[in-house]
């Protein structure tokens, strides 16, 4: 079964940029789609970016234009850049694998945007 490791959370002020990477055990290729959601304290899940195999990508409204989704087959890995971030970001973010008709996610990571 397929492993998702993400890195690159922490602490950031308002303003300021963090890019998370969420590493796949085993090649990406035949992932149908690929993506980050992400849960605040008290909250549901919510869908923050994704992308499909053929690099479709769909955006929360609350990130387009500062949040930017990447993937790389050479180093199976998913990419979330995420500037201007806001206190509203913060939140546990994970990242998300489909691959034939099994979802795979992450164990996550926090992002806390504060001054």
């Known amino acids: 079964q397929v492993q998702l490791v993400e890195s690159g959370g922490g602490l950031v002020q308002p303003g300021g940029s963090l890019r998370l990477s969420c590493a796949a055990s085993?090649?990406?290729?035949?992932?149908?789609?690929m993506g980050w959601y992400r849960q605040a304290p008290g909250k549901e899940r919510e869908l923050v970016a994704t992308?499909?195999?053929?690099?479709?990508?769909d955006y929360a409204a609350a990130v387009m234009g500062r949040f930017t989704i990447s993937k790389s087959m050479a180093k199976n890995t998913v990419d979330l850049q995420m500037n201007s971030l806001k206190p509203e970001d913060t939140a546990v973010y994970y990242c998300?694998?489909?691959?034939?008709?099994?979802?795979?996610w992450g164990q996550g990571t926090q992002v806390t945007v504060s001054s």
């Open positions: 992308m499909t195999a053929g690099g479709a990508t």
């Open positions: 085993q090649s990406i290729f035949n992932f149908k789609k």
């Open positions: 998300m694998a489909v691959l034939g008709i099994a979802v795979t």
